[in-house]
T-cell receptor, first 118, second 115 residues
């Protein structure tokens, strides 16, 4: 069965601190995809990143970076120099691959609520 | 606005009533997904369509739930004889299967409250 665990329920930091959100996944598939979504207070889920199981290269996008390690089944997300606007709930998700259309339904973790204080 | 839209945004209903939600996907997205999100949890998959065909339904989707996508464009999700446990945010997402950008994009959701 597929499962995503986000052990950190809530994290509180002061602006400009770096913060890492943990994500651990379980799957028996050899081909799968991992995602991060952001859900700000407005409620709409915003796509941040998708990685496939064959690409373990870390990725950096501005203040955001992602560390994918198959050996530990983890896909962690780091925000550098956090800002108040980063306050949101962040979800890690998993999808099986090797199906028609690349990937399909998403299995989400419970989310991590990040509060960035000025 | 070219994003996924959902209507209504909020719905309050009494237990036992039927409700119907609508989702309009991004134009030309052939896959459409429904998820449900309860407070403090991540979204849970309910069902998905490829064009007008409903290809998968979760065990969460009881007999009281039905979804359609009659012309392969918008979709409706109906809940019959609502129960208090149905109170949740119902999210719709769409994606294109091919092409460079085939991410799943979510709508703003319909928040259902069953009293």
């Amino acid at each position: 069965a597929q499962k995503v665990t986000q052990a950190q329920t809530e994290i509180s930091v002061v602006e400009k601190e770096d913060v890492t959100l943990d994500c651990v996944y379980e799957t028996r598939d050899t081909t799968y995809y991992l995602f991060w979504y952001k859900q700000p207070p407005s409620g709409e889920l915003v796509f941040l990143i998708r990685r496939n199981s064959f690409d373990e290269q870390n990725e950096i996008s501005g203040r955001y970076s992602w560390n994918f390690q198959k050996s530990t089944s983890s896909f962690n997300f780091t925000i550098t120099a956090s800002q108040v606007v980063d306050s949101a709930v962040y979800f890690c998700a998993l999808s099986e691959g090797g199906v028609s259309g690349g990937y399909n339904k998403l299995i989400f973790g419970a989310g991590t609520r990040l509060a960035v204080h000025p | 606005d070219t994003g996924v839209s959902q209507d209504p945004r909020h719905k309050i209903t009494k237990r036992g009533q039927n409700v119907t939600f609508r989702c309009d996907p991004i134009s030309e997205h052939n896959r459409l997904y429904w998820y449900r999100q309860t407070l403090g949890q991540g979204p849970e998959f309910l069902t998905y369509f490829q064009n007008e065909a409903q290809l998968e339904k979760s065990r969460l989707l009881s007999d009281r739930f039905s979804a359609e996508r009659p012309k392969g464009s918008f979709s409706t999700l109906e809940i019959q004889r609502t129960e208090q446990g149905d109170s949740a945010m119902y999210l719709c997402a769409s994606r294109a299967v091919s092409g460079r950008d085939n991410e799943q994009y979510f709508g703003p959701g319909t928040r259902l409250t069953v009293t």
